[in-house]
């Protein structure tokens, strides 16, 4: 897909973020509720990137400038579901790694049900760097995983 923007989320944006994470999996399984999912979206600390599509909200990544080991952290990234699996959620991706340039290191978690979003990552360079079992619920782990943005 090639008519997608992607900028910086304003606080509106936040909003829309939050109910779109609210109403998707893997939060519905992981049971994060709509207000958990506002107090979440609206936190300062993280960048939120919006994806747009002829100027119609269409998904977005919320990142953590330096969540993991001093490195940015992607700890959200959702696309609506009319429009998944058509590169949107590559492009935010594409965003969240070249957000900041001096970094070296990318780090996400993925939860070990979300086949999918693994494969996603997986395909993108991201190699399984360590797993929380029963993190979030029961008999699920959260998956961390990494990727070097500059070679050595
Ligand atoms: C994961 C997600 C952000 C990817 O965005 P996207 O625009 O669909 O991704 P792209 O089109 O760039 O890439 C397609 C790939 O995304 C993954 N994907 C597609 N639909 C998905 C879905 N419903 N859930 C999880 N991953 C999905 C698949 O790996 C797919 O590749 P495939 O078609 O070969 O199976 C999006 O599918 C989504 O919002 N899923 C639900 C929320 C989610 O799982 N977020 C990740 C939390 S760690």
Same mark, same amino acid.
């Given at each position: 897909m090639t008519d997608i923007d992607i900028d910086l989320g304003s606080d509106a944006d936040r909003e829309w973020s939050a109910k779109l994470m609210a109403s998707s999996e893997p939060w519905l399984t992981l049971g994060r509720d709509s207000a958990t999912c506002l107090a979440y979206c609206r936190d300062p600390q993280f960048v939120v990137l919006m994806a747009r599509r002829v100027g119609a909200r269409c998904g977005f990544l919320l990142l953590h400038p330096t969540g993991v080991a001093g490195s940015p952290y992607i700890a959200s990234i959702a696309v609506i579901a009319a429009v998944r699996g058509q590169g949107v959620g590559s492009e #935010? #991706?594409?965003?969240?790694?070249?957000?900041?340039?001096?970094?070296?290191?990318?780090? #996400?978690?993925? @939860? @070990?049900?979300?086949t999918r979003a693994r494969?996603?990552?997986?395909?993108?360079?991201?190699?399984?760097?360590?797993?929380?079992?029963?993190?979030?619920?029961?008999?699920? @782990?959260?998956?961390?995983?990494?990727?070097? #943005?500059?070679?050595p």
């Open positions: #935010l #991706l594409d965003a969240a790694e070249r957000w900041f340039p001096k970094a070296r290191h990318m780090f #996400l978690c993925v @939860s @070990s049900f979300n494969k996603l990552y997986k395909r993108r360079g991201y190699t399984r760097v360590g797993e929380f079992p029963d993190y979030v619920i029961a008999d699920a @782990s959260e998956i961390l995983m990494h990727k070097r #943005l500059v070679q």
